[in-house]
């Protein structure tokens, strides 16, 4: 009897299946420039992405989050989901800003997945530089991003987004 019971439990335990864990990474630190397809204004909401071959890192902001006056040494804070979103894109190939900006855009590459992010915060600090342009520094605290599949993307190497620019109209 024990000699079954020991065949059994070793084909349950040789068959288990980890559910295709798969940890991801998505790294855009290296990545330096932050592109938009409009000019960057505080009275407008601010599309803000950055390329890193096939993928994308997605950044929507609300108005009057990059205003142009000088923010208090912790910065404005905009939750994620909420009034602000991240979405993390994977494309077919490598993709180009003329994807996001042109209208209709182009058929290739295609996006094979698109995962939003469940929560975190984007943070803002802005300082003057002269009296018409102002540097805002965008950086990133607590993102999570959870797959189609549920599984958590675990490790996300951007804290500081970068720096744009605006100026006052």
């Not at 864990?21 to 009275?43: A, G, K, R, Y």
């Not at 295609?110 to 530089?129: D, M, N, P």
Request: aromatic share 8%.
């Amino acid at each position: 009897m024990k000699k079954y019971l020991l065949i059994v439990c070793s084909i349950l335990f040789f068959n288990c299946n980890d559910g295709d864990l798969q940890i991801e990474t998505v790294d855009f630190d290296s990545i330096d420039t932050i592109e938009s397809c409009n000019d960057i204004s505080p009275t407008t909401e601010n599309v803000l992405f950055k390329i890193n071959g096939d993928e994308a890192l997605i950044l929507n902001l609300p108005s009057q989050l990059l205003n142009n006056e000088v923010s208090t040494a912790t910065g404005i804070e905009s939750a994620v989901p909420g009034s602000s979103q991240i979405t993390y894109r994977i494309f077919s190939e490598t993709v180009s800003s003329s994807y996001f900006c042109d209208s209709p855009p182009p058929l290739t590459p295609t996006f094979l997945e698109e995962i939003e992010a469940e929560g975190g915060s984007i943070i803002v600090t802005t300082v003057e530089v002269d009296s018409v342009t102002f540097s805002h520094t965008i950086q990133l605290s607590g993102v999570t991003f959870l797959n189609e599949n549920g599984s958590r993307i675990t490790d996300l190497q951007v804290n500081e987004f970068g720096t744009v620019t605006t100026t006052v109209e």
